[in-house]
């Protein structure tokens, strides 16, 4: 429904030229509901520009349901008001001097679409009633609530009835219960029109809640494409990791690979990961063997570590609910541990970690640039700023 | 993201939209030729039109008293604002920063001093003070032969007093805003740091208001040294020779043509003059925008308790009031109602009648439709215009909006004069193909251009406040951009359109500068007529028809105030997001006098 190929674009800020796509690859099915994922300033939302025509990019092609909407070669572009799509912005953009009614039906009689009256009532009507606006159809917009307003931005973009349906951070302006509320609405609403949706969001539970597949970007690229518990239990790539959940990210370096699973020389001795033919590093490449939380598994006994296995000293314990969240002291590295509440233990407390393979993960470094050992290895320690 | 926000490069392609472009470049040349045309005419020949030639700048230099006239311009500019600046700067002190009880009323006298323009000020002043026939003098007995009069008005002085009178409502609206957001916290930092409050007036408040104060006299100086309405009546007559009556007089010789190229190159004169005082307003402007970001966050100061204060503060205001408003006013009613100039007295009570107002009637009608015609002329060109410069500058992120709004920004540099010689200079050249020569069109046109700067600043500070993904929600819905320009970003910035539109209509009706250096006799207006009716020493018909003519302004003034206050209404602030604060333009509310 949706192709994008090798799609660069730059933007000038006084004088100099700043890359914010770097050559993005895309495929979207049809009736997919798909999610842009990352931190701002990742690109995310100049990509979904490009693809409403909001923005020219500087080459690639973007093709919607068959038609070609931007290429460089052949130089074509379709301008906005021309492509089969639909979008509602974060701010909602409803038009503060007409009523809900006039916003549906303005785009329907003044746009490309041209409707005749009749149809134009009908279909307003019916978009009214999906999102259950009918009393509100002859209120001006200004009087509505934040929820409400973005109903109406979702209803006037439905009632163009497009082939892709555009949506930035809609719901980032509304409390955190609205939020919820309306992710799992608008989740369901475009499964059951079966409507291609691109989302772009830089919240990653509501990412994993809402995405059929998730795009996570970081500087102008994707870094991984996949479904959400793809993403939360393979994150093939550094950024991926530490975007998504929490993970323990172990340094090391590949010692062999053998079918699905790789051995890592970490410092915590040999450990034995899950490593799919996507994150495939050759033997002595730098790498990360992720490890999450809830899945180490946490022992008391004195008997000298097993292979995946290792001892530390519990250094801080919280208390978080429905559970217990434990650092843990492994040599010079800090683990986080997510526990049952039934294993408490006391700061101080010896403990025997135990990392079972099927929940490790071979992960990719984030691409450095080349300098100095000591030096790339402090960067990678502490997360990164994301570059706005 | 903030990448985006600037560089949010126009997409699509121009299609009808170049409509919007198209009419914002016309209002781009015709602020160059306000400009142009000057710098054209003053190498012009003054015989022959097309044929260049030094000679009026010879001419110029070689002009006696050149030296002394460039210096009483100066003196005229500086000795206005000053005048300006001891009467606005403490009105905009009580106003913003005190507990002044009747601030309601101060500001309605300062909108209502609005509808009386600067030459009927004067005008009715030349009638109190001149020394043969002056009111004031006679009730002293000192017009008799042979006596001094007490009063002269024919001074440079007594024009920068009432000069600097008149622009005060002005003056205090664009100070205004830099004098009630400075940061409260910023005087608080000091008092708690041990220093008096007298000391933190002088030595922090003062400073920080600097900017704002010094770029209004810039600003103010600039109007000063160009404006006819004071110099054109008093200077004039009085032979107080500065560039503007230079200018004047050459383009309304006893004898022959017009001297296009001597009027042009004085005109050179008089633009790089204000030229530099533009330069340095940009400057201040920007210093006062540096402090405002400062200012964003903190509120505004306590009302100071002004206690006993009070009483002078009222004199100080009221004196002002009488000088600029009170007087002219009685005086200006007074004449229109007696037979001819005579002292208050109980015989000239017997004289009174509306016999005045009769004959200002039979005078006033082709005017009054030239005025109408001149002011929806203006009103058109400069919100066509203004509307779509806007446009260009907020909204398609290029870098021609940038220059566009630069360009626009600097034209009042531009004085009316110069203007208005650039204009006539451009009908004669143009005659032949577009005979518009001395026409209320031409004026009409260059008062349109003169206006725009201030549509522009206007227009752009409300669609500025307006969040851009209106515009790109229309688009995405299949809306063409001449569609969107025309049913969601002219509807949404409208108030500030209404606004402009008053203030621009009422700003070519008082416009007397413009219409008399392009009017040759052909298209008389009311402010001319009334210009020629004092000239010609017909007293009592000018008060009538300048009472006629405060009559429409008093209406357009009250229009316009009443659309500034809903300039911002609450549904665009909604939409707002923030943006304000990040592009707060000095609209010279008011200031275009």
Same mark, same amino acid.
């Given at each position: ?388 | ?18 409509? @919007? ?89 300062? @909108? ?35 006596? &001094? ?38 005087? &608080? ?47 004039? +007559? ?50 006062? &925008? ?48 007696? +037979? ?73 540099? @531009? ?108 298209? +008389? ?62 609209? +010279?509310?008011?200031?275009? &006098?």
């Amino acid at each position: 429904m949706l192709a994008i190929t090798t799609l660069h674009k730059a933007f000038q800020v006084s004088g100099t030229s700043i890359a914010a796509l770097r050559g993005l690859d895309l495929e979207i099915a049809r009736g997919e509901f798909f999610v842009l994922l990352g931190p701002s300033g990742c690109g995310k939302t100049t990509m979904l520009r490009c693809i409403a025509g909001l923005e020219r990019p500087g080459s690639g092609t973007i093709v919607i349901d068959d038609t070609v909407v931007f290429s460089t070669r052949p130089q074509l572009w379709v301008p906005p008001e021309r492509r089969p799509i639909g979008m509602v912005f974060q701010s909602y953009a409803v038009w503060p001097h007409m009523d809900v009614y006039e916003n549906i039906a303005f785009p329907l009689r003044e746009g490309v679409r041209n409707l005749e009256r009749g149809r134009i009532a009908e279909r307003v009507r019916s978009v009214l009633d999906l999102l259950g606006l009918n009393d509100l159809a002859n209120r001006p917009v200004t009087t509505l609530s934040g929820g409400q307003q973005q109903r109406v931005a979702l209803a006037r973009a439905l009632a163009l009835q497009p082939k892709v349906l555009l949506m930035d951070e809609p719901l980032s302006n509304l409390d955190l219960r609205l939020q919820i509320y309306l992710r799992r609405q608008i989740k369901e609403l475009m499964h059951r029109l079966g409507l291609t949706t691109v989302y772009v969001t830089h919240n990653q539970s509501e990412a994993l809640e809402i995405g059929d597949r998730i795009a996570v970007m970081e500087n102008g690229r994707i870094v991984q494409i996949g479904r959400p518990i793809e993403l939360y239990r393979n994150p093939e790539h550094e950024t991926v990791a530490r975007f998504i959940g929490e993970m323990n990210l172990i340094e090391g370096r590949v010692a062999f690979t053998e079918g699905d699973y790789a051995v890592a020389e970490t410092a915590l001795g040999v450990l034995r990961a899950h490593a799919p033919r996507s994150t495939s590093l050759p033997p002595g490449e730098r790498c990360f063997v992720g490890v999450r939380p809830e899945d180490i598994e946490v022992g008391t006994g004195h008997a000298p570590p097993g292979p995946n296995e290792c001892s530390g000293t519990v250094t801080t314990v919280r208390f978080i609910g429905d559970g217990l969240a434990y650092t843990c002291q492994v040599g010079s590295l800090e683990l986080k541990l997510k526990a049952h509440r039934r294993t408490e233990l006391a700061p101080g407390a010896e403990v025997r970690l135990a990392f079972s393979p099927e929940f490790c993960v071979l992960i990719k470094p984030r691409d450095e640039e080349p300098r100095g050992e000591d030096e790339a290895e402090q960067l990678s320690r502490q997360p990164r700023m994301a570059a706005e | 993201m903030a990448v985006h926000e600037r560089n949010d490069t126009s997409s699509g392609g121009p299609g009808g939209i170049a409509l @919007v472009y198209g009419l914002a470049l016309l209002g781009l040349a015709s602020v160059a030729v306000s400009l142009l045309g000057n710098i054209l005419a003053s190498f012009s020949d003054r015989a022959d039109i097309g044929h260049f030639t030094l000679l009026n700048y010879g001419e110029l230099l070689g002009e006696h008293g050149l030296g002394d006239v460039t210096l009483r311009t100066l003196m005229l500019g500086v000795g206005s604002v000053s005048m300006m600046l001891f009467f606005g700067f403490p009105i905009a002190w009580i106003l913003s920063r005190t507990d002044f009880a009747w601030k309601r009323m101060t500001i309605g006298v300062l @909108v209502a001093k609005l509808a009386i323009p600067g030459f009927i000020t004067a005008m009715s002043y030349v009638w109190l003070l001149n020394p043969t026939s002056g009111l004031v003098n006679r009730m002293f007995g000192a017009t008799a032969l042979g006596a &001094e009069p007490v009063f002269n008005i024919y001074g440079l002085g007594w024009i920068c007093l009432l000069q600097g009178a008149v622009l005060v409502p002005a003056c205090v609206f664009l100070m205004l805003p830099a004098f009630q957001h400075l940061d409260a916290t910023l005087e &608080e930092a000091a008092w708690v740091s041990g220093v008096s409050p007298a000391r933190t007036i002088r030595r922090v408040v003062l400073p920080l208001l600097a900017p704002a104060v010094l770029g209004a006299a810039m600003f103010f100086f600039v109007i000063s040294v160009e404006t006819f309405d004071i110099v054109g009546l008093i200077g004039l +007559p009085g032979g107080i020779k500065v560039l503007s009556v230079w200018i004047y007089d050459a383009m309304h010789p006893a004898i022959g043509m017009p001297d296009y190229g001597f009027a042009a190159a004085v005109g050179i004169l008089l633009f790089l003059m204000s030229a530099v005082a533009i330069g340095f307003y940009i400057y201040f402007v920007r210093r006062s &925008e540096r402090y405002a970001v400062v200012a964003g966050k903190g509120r505004s100061s306590p009302p100071q308790s002004l206690g006993l204060w009070r009483w002078p503060a009222l004199a100080f205001v009221c004196g002002w009031a009488f000088i600029a408003f009170v007087l002219p006013l009685v005086t200006l009613i007074w004449v229109a109602l007696v +037979p001819y100039l005579q002292v208050p007295s109980s015989a000239a009570l017997k004289t009174l009648s509306l016999t005045s107002f009769n004959f200002a009637l039979s005078y006033i009608g082709t005017p009054l439709l030239n005025t109408s015609i001149v002011a929806a002329g203006a009103i058109l060109l400069a919100l066509t215009w203004g509307a779509s410069i806007s446009w260009v500058v907020t909204r398609s992120g290029t870098r021609t909006g940038l220059w566009l709004d630069t360009a626009v920004f600097l034209s009042p540099a @531009v004085p009316s004069m110069v203007a208005a010689v650039a204009f006539q200079y451009l009908g004669i050249a143009l005659y032949r193909w577009l005979p518009i020569y001395g026409t209320i069109w031409l004026i009409s046109l260059a008062i349109g251009t003169r206006l725009l700067a201030f549509c522009t600043r206007t227009i752009n500070a409300a669609s500025w406040q307006i969040h851009r993904q209106l515009d790109e929600a229309a688009y995405v819905s299949g809306v063409s951009r001449l569609k969107t320009f025309r049913y969601i970003y002219l509807p949404i910035i409208a108030p500030s359109l209404f606004y402009s539109s008053a203030m621009v209509g009422l700003l070519s009706v008082r416009e007397l500068t413009v219409p008399l250096i392009i009017d040759a006799g052909k298209a +008389p207006v009311v402010s001319t007529l009334v210009f020629q009716l004092q000239t010609n020493g017909n007293h009592n018909v000018a008060a009538a028809v300048a009472i006629y003519m405060i009559a429409l302004l008093v209406a357009l003034v009250f229009i316009a105030s009443r659309l500034s206050g809903a300039d911002r209404p609450a549904q665009s602030r909604r939409q707002a997001q923030g943006r304000s604060a990040e592009r707060r333009e000095p609209v +010279p509310l008011l200031a275009a &006098e």
